[in-house]
C-alpha cells in the first residue's frame, strides 16, 4: 500500500513561530503537493513539487515556502507564523502522468496562537 | 485557469436510496481526467472513481458512478444503496492531461446518509 505520511497530526505554535510541516511518501512518487483546507472553501494548493528542488507555486502561496531536497520528502514551512494559518494541511503525492491518482496523508492541524 | 465548482454544500439520504452529487468545471482543454474524493470523519482523502475525459463511456465502481457530459463540463457522481459508512465529504476534482500538474479540487459536498 502507498503510504503516506504526515509528521504530526495536530500542532499548535504561537504567532511568529517558523514552523516545519514534514511529508513522507514510500512510493518513490515524482509529484508531490501541499494543500491547505479550510470550512466551505475545499482544498486550495499552496505548493507542488514534480521533481526533487523543484517546485511550483499553487493558488496560495503566501507566507509559505517548501523544500524537496530527497524525492520521499516534501517539507511546507511557515516562515512566521500568523493566527489566519490555522488550518488543516494535507500532503499528497501521486505518479508523473496525469491519470494518477493522488494519495493523501492523515492531515496535520495546525493551530497558530 | 481551470476551475471545479460543487453547488451543493450539503446533501442528504436515507439508507438504501440514490443520491447524486453535482459537479461542473471550467476548461479550455480537451484532454483531462477527473475524480471524485471521499473524506470521512477520519479525514482520509480515498479515490472513489476517475474518469478520462477522452472516455464516452461513464465509470463505475461498484455503488458508485458518474455521469459525464463532456459537451455541458458536468461531471455528476451517483452514489445507490446507500450505506451508512458513505456519510463523508466529497470532493469533485480536475486534473490536466501533462505530467507534473496538480490536482485541482471544488469546495466539497458534505453527504449525510441516516438510517
Known amino acids: 500500500d502507498v503510504k503516506v505520511t504526515q509528521s504530526s497530526r495536530y500542532l499548535v505554535k504561537r504567532t511568529g513561530e517558523k514552523v516545519f510541516l514534514e511529508c513522507v511518501q514510500d512510493?518513490?512518487?515524482?509529484?508531490m503537493f501541499w494543500y491547505r483546507q479550510d470550512p466551505g472553501l475545499g482544498l486550495r494548493l499552496i505548493y507542488f513539487?514534480?521533481?526533487?528542488?523543484?517546485?511550483e507555486k499553487g493558488d496560495i502561496p503566501e507566507g509559505y515556502s517548501v523544500s524537496r531536497e530527497k524525492k520521499e520528502r516534501f517539507s511546507l514551512i511557515l516562515e512566521s507564523a500568523s493566527t489566519n494559518q490555522t488550518s488543516m494541511y494535507l500532503c499528497?503525492?501521486?505518479?508523473?502522468?496525469?491519470?494518477?491518482?493522488?494519495?493523501f496523508g492523515q492531515g496535520t492541524r495546525l493551530t497558530v496562537v | 485557469a481551470q476551475t471545479v465548482t460543487q453547488s451543493q454544500p450539503e446533501m442528504s439520504v436515507q439508507e438504501a436510496e440514490t443520491v447524486t452529487l453535482s459537479c461542473t468545471y471550467d476548461t479550455s482543454e480537451s484532454d483531462y481526467y477527473l475524480f471524485w474524493y471521499k473524506q470521512p470523519p477520519s479525514r482520509q482523502m480515498i479515490l472513489v472513481i476517475r474518469q478520462e475525459a477522452y472516455k464516452q463511456q461513464n465509470a463505475t465502481e461498484n455503488r458508485f458512478s458518474v455521469n459525464f457530459q463532456k459537451a455541458a463540463k458536468s461531471f455528476s457522481l451517483k452514489i445507490s444503496d446507500s450505506q451508512l459508512g458513505d456519510a463523508a465529504m466529497y470532493f469533485c476534482a480536475y486534473r490536466r492531461h501533462q505530467a507534473g500538474t496538480a490536482l485541482i479540487f471544488g469546495k466539497g459536498t458534505t453527504l449525510s446518509v441516516s438510517s
Open positions: 512510493m518513490d512518487h515524482e509529484n
Open positions: 499528497a503525492s501521486s505518479l508523473g502522468g496525469g491519470r494518477t491518482e493522488a494519495f
Open positions: 513539487s514534480y521533481d526533487v528542488k523543484m517546485k
